[in-house]
């Protein structure tokens, strides 16, 4: 173990949720600096990539000059644009928030990662996620999946709810619009299908469009799950996510891995953040008939935590969420 390391830290861009990401990796990193007795320098070393990759890129390659240990990398655009650079330097990178890191082709595999890159997803699981629909919707017969088929963050999670839902004798049905214009007629062809709910991961497509097609799934009496809590904010019965804390273990883990341990990346499996709250709509629940204390119960039975949400206002106020 050395007595000194210098670490990286660079983000996708000045965002609520990566600047809350941000502080969680700075306190974990000032945590192990004080366990272990050893300075830990980050602070001449934070970067705002600006959303621009020759950004990210240059900083990359000032990291590499000033021989860090280890780099931190806040979303995916980052991560991908200063894999190449920092694996010619053989320095290590530790990222954060990335969505489909296999799909992104950041790394070889979640159990072997690759020679100097690890981290933690935030891939929805979609076999859970079908999990918590089956839980609120125990009737439910015949499910259906809207999604754009484009989108690399909706192929895995649509391929394991549909295993899912198989395993456990529902019948699925798909819609995949291509573009926002497509979303509603989308989720007018499920309605017209009669399923008894509705199943959309992180999609982007179906998100643009949520305020159009909250409403018109609330008339047909049909409850929308969701893999990202912001689309309950826009109407949605309700959206699976994880809380920062959780996140900030998983990276507390990992930093001391890599840093302290001294683990080579290829050995540290990516950790896939555990979604370990359901966020209802108040709203909706209401319109829909819920009773809210049967939802939690139910939810409950499967160690899912629930929380109802009325505002914006109200989400942006727990700084967990």
């Not at 950004?55 to 894999?83: F, G, H, N, Q, R």
Request: aromatic letters at 8%; charged letters at 25%; glycine letters at 6%.
């Amino acid at each position: 173990m050395k007595k000194e390391y210098k670490v990286g830290i660079v983000k996708y861009t000045d965002h609520a949720s990566l600047n809350r990401i941000e502080l969680g990796a700075k306190n974990g990193l000032d945590y192990l600096s004080e366990k272990y007795n050893v300075k830990i320098d980050y602070k001449d070393y934070v970067y705002d990539g600006k959303a621009d990759p020759e950004v990210m890129k240059k900083a990359a390659l000032e990291l590499a000059d000033a021989k860090v240990d280890l780099v931190i990398s806040i979303a995916t655009p980052p991560t991908v644009a200063m894999k190449e650079i920092l694996a010619e330097n053989k320095i290590n990178m530790l990222f954060r928030a990335v969505s489909d890191p296999i799909s992104a082709g950041v790394i070889d595999s979640f159990e072997r990662p690759g020679m100097y890159i690890t981290g933690t997803s935030d891939s929805l699981d979609g076999g859970r996620l079908a999990q918590v629909v089956i839980a609120a919707v125990p009737h439910a017969k015949k499910v259906g999946l809207l999604y754009n088929k484009a989108e690399f963050s909706s192929k895995l999670p649509i391929q394991e709810a549909k295993e899912y839902l198989t395993v456990h004798g529902i019948e699925w049905i798909e819609s995949n619009p291509d573009s926002k214009a497509d979303v509603v007629a989308a989720a007018q062809y499920l309605i017209e299908q009669g399923v008894n709910a509705v199943l959309t991961p992180t999609d982007n497509t179906v998100m643009s469009a949520e305020m159009e097609i909250s409403p018109v799934f609330t008339a047909a009496d049909i409850p929308q799950f969701t893999g990202s809590h912001a689309f309950t904010i826009n109407g949605a019965f309700m959206g699976m996510g994880s809380l920062y804390k959780d996140g900030d273990a998983e990276f507390l883990y990992l930093a001391e891995k890599l840093l302290i341990e001294e683990k080579s990346p290829v050995d540290v499996p990516v950790i896939r953040s555990a979604h370990t709250f359901a966020a209802i709509n108040n709203q909706v629940c209401r319109s829909l008939g819920y009773d809210k204390n049967t939802l939690k119960d139910n939810f409950a039975a499967i160690n899912m935590n629930t929380i109802f949400l009325d505002s914006q206002k109200e989400f942006d106020e727990d700084s967990d969420l």
